[in-house]
Each structure stands twice: as C-alpha cells, then as structure tokens.
C-alpha cells in the first residue's frame, strides 16, 4: 500500500509538472492599417499616438499578454523611416509625409513593450501595395508609381503581383 501511494504520488507530481507548458505565447494583434487598433482615424499628432498606443499596450498587459505583433509595414509603406517605402497614410494621414513633430514610430513601440515586458513582433504586409484604388493615399515615390506594371488589383486592392520575378530582385 506505501509503495503503491508512493507510486501515485511520484506518477502525479510528474505529469502535472510536465504538462504545464513552461512559456505560454499570450499575444494580442495591434493592426495599423485603415485604423484598425492604432492609430484612431484621424490622430495624426505625435504624442497623442504614443500616448494612445502606450494606453493599448497598458491594456494589454492588464488582460495577461505577454506580447504584441504590430503591423509596421501595411500597404508596401512603413511605419518607421526607409529609404525603400514611404511614411504609411494610416501614420501621418498622407502618405510619404513623416510625423509631427519627428519621431521613429518603430523605436518608440518597441522601448515601450520591453518596458512593460512584452515582446514585440513587427508584422509586414508582403503583397498588399495600395488599401483602396483610387482612395488610398499615394505617395509620388510608392512603388506603384515607380513600377506600376509589378501589381494586379482585386478585390479593389492592388498586390504585388507573385508570378512577376522582377519585384523579387529589387532588394
């Protein structure tokens, strides 16, 4: 009978501590484009978006994330500075025009989430170049414009088009 509970015991204490996993990925999506998550419509100053997004990320942690996966790259634009894409339009409300006053929207997510012990995930849009044809806000050096015969429009969307090899060679 001892060794039979010692047995259990042993046995129980194993697979509890085994099928606990040791890191749980517990990450929350924090979309940019057309102003999904952040930033809201129309918010288009530099320290209210940091505040903005700090509120978010507090939010997050508070409802037991451990991580955030942020769209930094929404439409061939970018949310950070680049010498290949422009300013996103969902940043600044017009695309290719940098913040106001300057910041590197980038650095200042990730400092945040690592102050508040998140990871952070930059999340890129490989193939969707352009939100809305005809309303998106297009900037003179996007590459749409550059290299207009790359992409296809469906769905009232224009993507980088995947059988053109030519795209796959720019960087």
Known sequence: MKISLTVWTTVFFFSVSFAQPKYEFRAAWIATVDHIDWPTRGNYNSE???????KLLDMHVQNGMNAVIVQIRPAADAFYPSPYEPWSEWLTG???RAPEPYYDPL??????AHKRGLEFHAWCNPYRAEFQI???SISPTHITKTHPQWFVAYGGKRYFDPGNKQPR???
């Open 94 to 96: 017009k695309q290719g």
């Open 134 to 136: 005809g309303k998106s």
């Open 48 to 54: 209210s978006q940091k505040a903005e997004y700090r």
């Open 169 to 171: 060679n720019l960087w």
């Open 107 to 112: 650095k200042f997510m990730i400092e945040e």
